[in-house]
Each structure stands twice: as structure tokens, then as C-alpha cells.
């Protein structure tokens, strides 16, 4: 049993940059994580993942923009999210991938970008 935890999401300018951090419970080790966001009248989105070597690929609304890492040691995942724009404004959840029976999900974290 894993537990997710994000971090690091808040109010930030058109233009700026934040930090997401997801903090599991246990080691997640050998598993697949991703970055999902989730907007007002839109669809779930996979916006990064990252395999436990640090393999990492990215849609393509925030490819060059969006950085995603991870620390197996400290069993956390990271997310660096730059020159945001207002399209940006989700709750971003971290999440396990490809586990059966069914995924790990965090709680999300709110992101706003303002004009």
C-alpha cells in the first residue's frame, strides 16, 4: 500500500514557475510515475511520466516547459513547471502507472495562473 502526496502548488503569475513535489510512503521503486492534471470541462491529462531509471516523456501541451524528476531514495517525485500560462491552471495530481489491479492516485494540488 502506497500513499501519495503532492506538494507545492499555488497562486503564481502568467509567466512564472513552480515546483511540485510528490511524496509517497513507501519505496516506488521499479514503478512508473506520471503527472496527471485535471482542469475545469476537461479530461484528465497525462502531462509527464518518468520510469524508474529516469526515462521521461511529456505531452506535448508542456514539452520544454515542464521538467519531471524523481528520487527513489526519498521515494518522491518532482515536477518543475515553467513559463506557465493561464491554459495551465489545474489540480495536478501525482499517480503510480501500469499497477495492477489499478493505480495509486495523490490528492492533488491545486495550480492557478493568473494574468
Known amino acids: 500500500q502506497v500513499q501519495l502526496v503532492e506538494s507545492g502548488g499555488g497562486l503564481v503569475q502568467t509567466g512564472g514557475s513552480l515546483r511540485l513535489s510528490c511524496t509517497a510512503s513507501?519505496?516506488?521503486?521499479?514503478?512508473?510515475m506520471g503527472w496527471y492534471r485535471q482542469a475545469p470541462g476537461k479530461r484528465r491529462e497525462l502531462i509527464a511520466q518518468i520510469t524508474s531509471s529516469g526515462s521521461a516523456d511529456y505531452a506535448d501541451s508542456v514539452k520544454d516547459r515542464f521538467t519531471i524528476s524523481r528520487d527513489n531514495t526519498k521515494s518522491k517525485v518532482y515536477l518543475e513547471m515553467s513559463d506557465l500560462g493561464v491554459d495551465d491552471t489545474a489540480v495536478y495530481l501525482c499517480?503510480?502507472?501500469?499497477?495492477?489491479?489499478?493505480?495509486?492516485w495523490g490528492q492533488g494540488t491545486q495550480v492557478t495562473v493568473s494574468s
Open positions: 513507501g519505496s516506488i521503486y521499479n514503478i512508473v
Open positions: 499517480a503510480t502507472r501500469y499497477r495492477r489491479p489499478s493505480d495509486y
